[in-house]
């Protein structure tokens, strides 16, 4: 039932401030400012490296991961898309956990790469939202995404619900391996309990995404750019565009648009700059000059500072709230998910069931 919707996708979209508020509450014991895992002595401190294997959004979702587990509990970690990762010998050393990322817990080149991690002995730890699926059975430690049934082929709710558990496991294995203390274990509690306020104040911006969306919609290519756990976002939203408005995106590294894409600006490609205020804006924002500069169409996603220093001359400006760095992948994948959204239903394409497109892919 899609209720006072139009798509399932909006829908899902909008279920958001609810379902990462529900997902967080198995993760977080607010009022101790502590976080916690389902499973709470399951022990983590042997862990000496982490392998992430994903597809599609859900692939995007641990490269946001990546970031965290290395910043808090300073343990090495990989991550491959599942298609690739049994293709190059990897390297499984006792110690090893590998953590797949999926919505249906059902896709097979995740659910291969599950089986013959756990074959090398890893410590398996699954992310998924379908309680019954083969994941959640053959893991180790099942780690639920609380964003309840996902209808929409584009992937929203699902994808915002794995960055909350995420986080919280990196917290958990920072824990365990004693580089938390106290009050950086409150200090996380605190800000990812903001996470369902801010996504609430992001989706406030829906009508003015909605305004601006024709400007992209007749693109025929469009590019999206990011720096640090934006870069994912970048990516992400490339892949949210493409499925459903069948518009040609790409995402990318910032920093990597001289080494080559800049060669496509023109007028006619919008380019999309996600980048909060915080220490890498500075260096996205002369990225980002540089596009504007070969007459490249800018689209600026920022909170309020951000576009306040450096919104002019941008075809457009998208005003997120102010947030915390580890929540701002979270919040931003709103104005990502919506200007994505917008294209479609401007296009006129379907947008519950993009041509080509399965919801749960089962083939390798
Ligand atoms: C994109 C999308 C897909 C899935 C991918 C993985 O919007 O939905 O890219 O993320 O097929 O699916 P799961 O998470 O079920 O393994």
Same mark, same amino acid.
């Given at each position: 039932d899609k209720g006072n919707h139009r798509h399932f996708m909006q829908k899902e979209i909008y279920e958001q401030p609810i379902v990462v508020a529900q997902t967080l509450r198995s993760y977080l014991q607010r009022m101790e400012g502590k976080v916690a895992l389902p499973?709470?002595?399951?022990?983590?401190?042997? %862990?000496r490296r982490v392998t992430i294997v994903a597809c599609g959004t859900s692939y995007y979702a641990g490269m946001v991961a990546k970031y965290w587990f290395e910043q808090f509990a300073r343990v090495p970690v990989d991550i491959d898309v599942a298609s690739e990762f049994r293709y190059r010998a990897p390297v499984m050393e006792p110690g090893g956990l590998m953590i797949v990322i999926s919505? $249906? *817990?059902?896709t097979a080149d995740t659910l291969a790469a599950l089986r013959h991690a756990k074959s090398e002995g890893q410590t398996i730890a699954a992310v998924v939202?379908?309680?019954?699926s083969s994941m959640a059975r053959e893991a180790d430690l099942l780690l639920p995404t609380?964003? *309840?049934?996902?209808? #929409?082929?584009? $992937?929203t709710k699902a994808f915002s619900c794995q960055l909350a558990v995420l986080a919280a496991l990196a917290a958990n294995l920072a824990k365990a391996k004693g580089k938390l203390d106290e009050a950086e274990e409150r200090d996380i509690v605190r800000h990812l309990a903001e996470a369902p306020a801010a996504i609430n104040g992001a989706l406030a911006y829906d009508e003015s995404i909605e305004a601006m969306a024709g400007a992209v919609a007749g693109a025929r290519d469009v590019l999206y750019l990011g720096r640090g756990t934006d870069y994912p976002l970048a990516l992400e939203g490339a892949l949210k565009l493409k499925e459903i408005s069948y518009i040609h995106a790409e995402g990318y590294?910032? #920093?990597?648009?001289?080494? *080559?894409?800049?060669?496509? %600006?023109?007028?006619h490609v919008p380019v999309i700059v996600i980048a909060p205020s915080g220490p890498l804006f500075e260096k996205t924002v002369s990225n980002m000059q540089e596009v504007q500069a070969r007459g490249g169409k800018v689209v600026l996603i920022s909170d309020y500072d951000g576009v306040a220093a450096? *919104?002019? #001359?941008?075809l457009a400006t998208i005003t997120m709230p102010k947030v915390h760095p580890l929540i701002a992948p979270i919040v931003y994948a709103v104005p990502v998910q919506l200007l994505a959204y917008h294209v479609a239903v401007a296009k006129g394409t379907d947008v519950d069931q993009p041509r080509n497109l399965a919801k749960s892919v089962t083939v390798e």
């Open positions: 499973i709470p002595d399951f022990d983590l401190s042997a %862990i919505q $249906s *817990g059902e939202n379908v309680p019954t609380h964003a *309840g049934p996902e209808i #929409g082929v584009a $992937s590294a910032a #920093g990597e648009m001289k080494h *080559g894409p800049i060669a496509l %600006i023109d007028e450096a *919104g002019q #001359g941008c």
